[in-house]
């Protein structure tokens, strides 16, 4: 069976995308990373080191661009200039990466996304070139006019980033996965591994996390545990649930050709 899953031309195994924040060490992160099987791996160019400091351990280092696909994303902006700034910087350290999460904060607190300032970021950062992934809310609207700007991935929120809620609104993600013509990855709030299941069965075309397993108590273990949600989830999709009938059971064994009671 073909099921392939594409991000700007390139073909992945995993539709599993994870960060590489919270950890303890790098050490901790490359196992995390490891174990998780993703081949995409996220980066916030303003906390972490890719060699900006010499004197530093570099994430380079323990996940080599050779071995994993880059994101860098723009955490911590909270306006369009600050963000096509830090993805030029990264496009930079990275020799022409073009490959590129685009976020623009709305506020320290909640984290949501300021979908103004997102449109406009996206807009200059597509015409520069870049392929975008870009996050945003679960607004269906919003995320038909990323994808018209030339976004090559659509990532609503489930719930806010790092909460762990799960999926607030499956609804509005089934208005965007339905008419969406580019894949759409569910980025924020997934808390556990079921979770990840369930945004899978709604027909996400992959997941993008970090919190949900370098916060967990053990986060390797939950790295695995995320791996096979994933890969559950998309089989379950694929396969087809049976629909749900309230008030009309449905026995499993055939009703005809029974044994008859004895008399």
């Given amino acids: 069976m073909s099921d392939v899953f594409q991000i700007a031309g390139k073909t992945y195994q995993s539709r599993l995308i994870v960060g590489t924040g919270k950890y303890k060490d790098f050490q901790e992160t490359r196992a995390a990373v490891d174990e998780s099987g993703a081949e995409i791996v996220t980066v ?3 906390r972490v080191n890719l060699g900006q400091d010499a004197s530093q351990p570099s994430l380079l280092a323990a996940l080599p661009p050779s071995q994993y696909t880059y994101l860098p994303n723009t955490a911590g902006c909270y306006n369009s200039e600050d963000a096509v700034r ?3 910087l990264a496009r930079e350290l990275l020799d022409g990466h073009k490959l590129v ?3 623009v904060l709305g506020d320290p607190n909640t984290l949501y996304p300021n979908v103004r300032e997102t449109l406009k970021a996206a807009e200059i950062l597509v015409a520069d070139g870049f392929d975008v992934m870009v996050y945003t809310s679960d607004d269906p609207i919003i995320a038909k006019e990323l994808e018209q700007i030339g976004c090559c991935a659509i990532m609503p929120l489930a719930s806010l980033i790092g909460s762990g809620m799960g999926i607030i609104n499956p609804w ?3 208005l965007i996965i339905d008419s969406a013509k580019v894949p759409v990855l569910i980025d924020a709030g997934v808390g ?3 979770d990840a299941a369930i945004a899978m ?3 996400c075309d992959g997941i993008l996390m970090n919190t949900a397993i370098a916060g967990a108590r053990d986060p390797i273990r939950m790295a695995r545990a995320m791996k096979l949600a994933v890969q559950a989830g998309r089989d379950a999709f694929l396969a ?3 629909p749900r009938k309230l008030y009309s059971a449905d026995p499993s064994s055939p009703v005809t050709g029974m044994i008859a009671a004895a008399k």
């Fill in 86 to 88: 830090t993805l030029r």
């Fill in 101 to 103: 999460k685009l976020e």
């Fill in 44 to 46: 916030a160019i303003r």
């Fill in 192 to 194: 556990t591994a079921s």
């Fill in 172 to 174: 509005n993600l089934r």
């Fill in 240 to 242: 087809g649930r049976i």
């Fill in 201 to 203: 069965e709604l027909g």
